[in-house]
Each structure stands twice: as structure tokens, then as C-alpha cells.
């Protein structure tokens, strides 16, 4: 199972909204809707927040949004902070009961 | 609250095999499944498998099938993770998670000779 293509990088200002692509195949993300999102800082265990695609854990800012369209889940902040500033990863439900993760985004606050 | 502790760092030569376990707390052990991932140092995290804690049932990335043993101990609440025949690459954190949404905080095992 290949891994989830996120791009490398994504920065934005404080304030501004940025958007983070990961794109699977009908497999994974196009073919079921478990699609997650977690927030990892360095030297700490990630924190889930998006699950089912589009869901907010309770204490998950309503700042982060997810959406899915055919093979493309995205994650959008909206109103960028720097607290913000960390890795990101999708991960996806498979059809061979598997999950996989993408490769994982750096977000930089300017 | 949902808390899972994790077994301390280890060190391993080449070819041995390590085992780390995840001690679950604050719900119904076997209402839930336990994942293992691991991230290398730098690197993304990875998936390696599953188990129903309440069945036993266990499903792994076909990366690790045939090294990689999850199993439970529903009188402990506890899971565990064992990989056999290790090698430098296998040098990690290794992370459980409840359903992929509650972490442990994470093992860190050093494979070297």
C-alpha cells in the first residue's frame, strides 16, 4: 500500500487560510469516507483533528475544516495562528481493512 | 479519561526481535480496537497493524506481515506489539492508538550493534 500524497510543504501568513491536499486512490480515500487528519508537533505523539472526512473531535478548533472530493481529501485552517506551525497527516481506511498514512505536510506560519 | 502508557525505550541488536506494550485505561478495554504505528526518525508515520480488543482479531500492513504480532491481554488491558528480526531501518517510535484517535506516547526502540 503506497502512501497518501500530501504536499511537502504549506505556509501561510497569520490570519490567512491554507489548504492541505492528500490524495489517495478509489482504494482508500475515494472509496470510503474514514478519512482522518492529525497535527504532530516535534517530539510529540499526533492529535487527531478531523476524523470521518469532515468531523471535529470535542476541543478541535473550528478553525480546521475537511473535505473530500473523488480521490482528494483536503484539510483547510482557516484563520492561520502561529500555533498552527507543525506537521500534518491524512490517513484513510483502505479496502483491504488497512489504513495508510500520507507522506505528511509542514505548515510554516510567515 | 482515555489513557494509554506505553512500555519504555529499548535497545536491540540486529536480528533480535522487541516486544512493546500499551496499558489502556479509562474505558471498556475490549469495546475498542488498538493500531500500532511507527514513525523513523524524520520521517512519516506509518501503519502496521490492528486488533480488535475485543475479538483478537488482528490485521497487518502487508510491510510487516510475517514479522509483526499484535495481541492483547483483555485481564490487563493491555496490547502488545512484537517485531521480530530487526534491522538499523527499523530504528523508531513506535505509537499505539485507540481507533486511531487516542495515542499512547510513543516507544522509542534503537536497533544497533
Known amino acids: 500500500q503506497s502512501a497518501l500524497t500530501q504536499p511537502a510543504s504549506v505556509s501561510g501568513s497569520p490570519g490567512q487560510s491554507i489548504t492541505i491536499s492528500c490524495t489517495g486512490t478509489s482504494s482508500d480515500v475515494g472509496g470510503h469516507n474514514r478519512v482522518s487528519w492529525y497535527q504532530q508537533n516535534p517530539g510529540k505523539a499526533p492529535k487527531l483533528m478531523i476524523y470521518?472526512?469532515?468531523k471535529r473531535p470535542s476541543g478541535v478548533s473550528n478553525r480546521f475544516s475537511g473535505s473530500k472530493s473523488g480521490n482528494t481529501a483536503s484539510l483547510t485552517i482557516s484563520g492561520l495562528q502561529a500555533e498552527d506551525e507543525a506537521d500534518y497527516y491524512c490517513?484513510?481506511?483502505?479496502?483491504?481493512?488497512?489504513?495508510?498514512f500520507g507522506g505528511g505536510t509542514k505548515v510554516t506560519v510567515l | 479519561q482515555v489513557q494509554l502508557v506505553q512500555s519504555g525505550a529499548e535497545v536491540k541488536k540486529p536480528g533480535a526481535s522487541v516486544k512493546v506494550s500499551c496499558k489502556a485505561s479509562?474505558?471498556?478495554?475490549?469495546?475498542?480496537?488498538i493500531h500500532w504505528v511507527r514513525q523513523a526518525p524524520g520521517q512519516r508515520l506509518e501503519w502496521m497493524g490492528w486488533i480488535n480488543a475485543g475479538t483478537g482479531n488482528t490485521i497487518y500492513s502487508q510491510k510487516f506481515q510475517g514479522r509483526v504480532t499484535i495481541a492483547r491481554d483483555t485481564s490487563a488491558s493491555t496490547a502488545y506489539m512484537e517485531l521480530s528480526s530487526l534491522g538499523s531501518e527499523d530504528t523508531a517510535v513506535y505509537y499505539c492508538a485507540r481507533d486511531l484517535a487516542y495515542w499512547g506516547q510513543g516507544t522509542l526502540v534503537t536497533v544497533s550493534s
Open positions: 470521518d472526512v469532515s
Open positions: 479509562g474505558y471498556t478495554f475490549t469495546s475498542n480496537t
Open positions: 490517513n484513510s481506511y483502505t479496502s483491504s481493512a488497512t489504513w495508510v
